[in-house]
């Protein structure tokens, strides 16, 4: 006989072939790779531009070489493990991999919420009904989306952030951690929020905004856009 819970949450199937290329070895990579060890999958090797990387491991997962390496390997399934909206943006569309999308098993999801490939799902985050979260958008430890949001392709929602239902975050926006944001609220594409900002009102595309309540400190130009959060 089957038994009911009735606890609706999200199940991610992982393939019969589990191994995952994971791209970046820096700090977002750990829990990246966290996330998708306690998911069932199994890594199969990382890759970063950085020289000084190469021959190291990140949580005893050896780091193979440049990114380049991957355009030859087609249809390889992987995850881009870099914190940068505007990185991962460029990333995704450069390689040929078949991208993945992992939710940790201590985050709490709704069955109902449509997850883009790509997208992560840390320990600690609970989405409610209903929700889009956009291809390679990052919901980080603890966060919480509530019911009807929409997180933008490429968005990451930093940990401890909380969005109210009903929240729509733009893609490519970076919120800091802890930011909380108040029902409906519209936030553009390419922005930053500082951590702990208390979002109001809604805030346009590609500006840097802080604060309680959050006000625009500056306008992001095309030059220092993918500047803004380099940090892997
Ligand atoms: C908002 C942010 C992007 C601004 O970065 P920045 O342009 O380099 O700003 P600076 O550090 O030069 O600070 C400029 C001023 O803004 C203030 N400030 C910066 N961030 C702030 C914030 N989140 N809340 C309130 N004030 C802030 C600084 O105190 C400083 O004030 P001062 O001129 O009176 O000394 C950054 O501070 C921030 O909050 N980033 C979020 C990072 C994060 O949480 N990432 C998640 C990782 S998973």
């Known amino acids: 006989m089957q ?4 606890d609706r ?5 992982v393939d019969s072939d589990p191994h995952v290329a994971i791209i970046g070895a820096g700090g977002h990579a750990k829990v990246v790779i966290a ?3 306690a998911a069932s999958w199994r890594i199969s090797g990382v890759y ?3 020289p000084k990387t190469w021959g190291t491991s990140v949580l005893g997962h050896r780091v193979l070489g440049p990114i380049s390496q991957l355009r ?3 249809g390889t399934k992987g995850v881009i493990a870099i914190g940068s909206p ?3 943006a460029k990333l995704a569309a450069e390689l040929p991999l078949q991208w993945i999308a992992a939710v940790h098993p201590a985050a709490w999801v709704h069955e109902s919420v449509k997850l883009g490939p790509g997208a992560l799902v840390f320990a600690g985050a609970v989405v409610q009904p209903d929700v889009v979260i956009g291809d390679h958008a990052v919901i980080n430890t603890g ?5 009807d949001g929409v997180i933008g392709a490429f968005a990451n929602i930093g940990p401890g952030v909380h969005l109210a239902g009903n929240v729509r975050v733009g893609i490519r926006t970076d919120l800091g951690t802890g930011c909380s944001v108040i029902p409906s609220i519209q936030i553009g594409n390419d922005s930053v929020l500082g951590a702990g900002s208390v979002v109001v009102r ?3 595309d590609r500006v840097v905004a802080f604060g309680c309540p959050a006000k625009v400190a500056r306008f992001i130009s095309d030059d220092t856009a993918p500047h803004i959060r380099q940090t892997a």
């Not at 949450?9 to 199937?13: D, N």
Request: charged fraction near 30%; glycine fraction near 4%; aromatic fraction near 0%.
């Open 48 to 50: 970063d531009d950085n």
């Open 35 to 37: 996330t998708l060890e």
């Open 3 to 6: 038994c009911d819970s009735g």
């Open 143 to 147: 966060a919480t989306v509530d019911h």
């Open 9 to 13: 949450r999200l199940t991610v199937p």
């Open 86 to 88: 505007a990185v991962r």
């Open 72 to 74: 030859d390997m087609p």
């Open 202 to 204: 809604n805030i346009p």
